[in-house]
């Protein structure tokens, strides 16, 4: 699977959209962006994915470039729950069939 | 509720001495997979499975064994634990691979002194 840039780390205030960056500059044209969240002391959460046009649902929105080698999570409106470790993720299935997380943006919320 | 469930959520072992981490999901999902997760490393798969008695390795499945004899059930097994698989791990599934949502279970934290 095609490799994916983030930010180590991002601030933002409550109640602010925030926009979380993500560049996959070599993504293939069967590659599915997925996003996962880790809050602290937990296991990774499904956050949204998308394939070429913008998806949205209830926690959060995904912006996909016109050439897609880059995306934005964008969550409308912040709270301190979601302040946690962003995983954006490409995958398109066959050969070890997992996602590969790498090191995530660490998004901190300030009240 | 719909979820995965791993057992025991923490356990501190010794060097050699055979462990089971037990993970179990309701969704009645085909697709499984064990993630282990360590600082600066980020989670790597170890094993999956896309169904019953059906399994595969993942990234790093040396020291680890599994086993799926039913759909719901998929323990992950360390035969000669070492202190370099101490570690947190977590099971995940979903209906049909990594194209699907996976799901996570709350993760076990493993010490091999």
């Known amino acids: 699977d095609a490799k994916t840039t983030q930010p180590n780390s991002m601030e933002s205030n409550e109640e602010e959209p925030v926009h979380l960056p993500c560049n996959h500059s070599t993504i293939s044209g069967t590659d599915y962006i997925h ?14 994915h998308g394939l070429t046009s913008n998806v949205n649902n209830r926690m959060a929105s995904l912006a996909i470039a016109e050439d897609r080698k880059s995306s934005t999570l964008i969550l409308h409106r912040a709270t301190l729950r979601d302040a946690a470790v962003y995983y954006c993720i490409l995958y398109s ?4 069939d997992g996602l590969t997380f790498g090191k995530g943006t660490h998004l901190i919320i300030q009240p | 509720e719909a979820q995965v469930t791993q ?7 010794v060097t050699g001495k055979k462990l089971t981490v037990t993970c179990s999901q309701n969704m009645n999902h085909e697709y499984m997979s ?8 980020g989670l790597r798969q170890i094993y999956y499975s896309m169904n019953v008695e059906v ?17 719901r059930n998929f323990p992950l097994i360390l035969e000669s634990p070492s ?12 209906l049909q691979g990594g194209l699907e949502k996976l799901f996570f ?3 076990t934290q493993l010490s091999v002194l």
Do not use: M
Request: contains cysteine; hydrophobic residues 20%; charged residues 20%.
């Open chain 1, 35 to 48: 996003w996962y969240r880790q809050l602290p002391s937990q296991g990774p959460e499904y956050v949204i």
């Open chain 2, 83 to 94: 202190p370099n698989q101490t570690s947190l791990y977590f099971c995940a599934s979903s």
């Open chain 2, 55 to 71: 399994t595969d390795k993942g990234d790093v499945p040396e020291g680890y064994k599994v086993s799926r004899k039913e759909k």
């Open chain 2, 105 to 107: 279970g709350s993760g």
């Open chain 1, 93 to 96: 299935g066959g050969g070890a």
């Open chain 2, 7 to 13: 057992n025991p959520r923490y356990l501190i072992t």
């Open chain 2, 34 to 41: 064990w993630y282990r997760q360590d600082p600066g490393l």
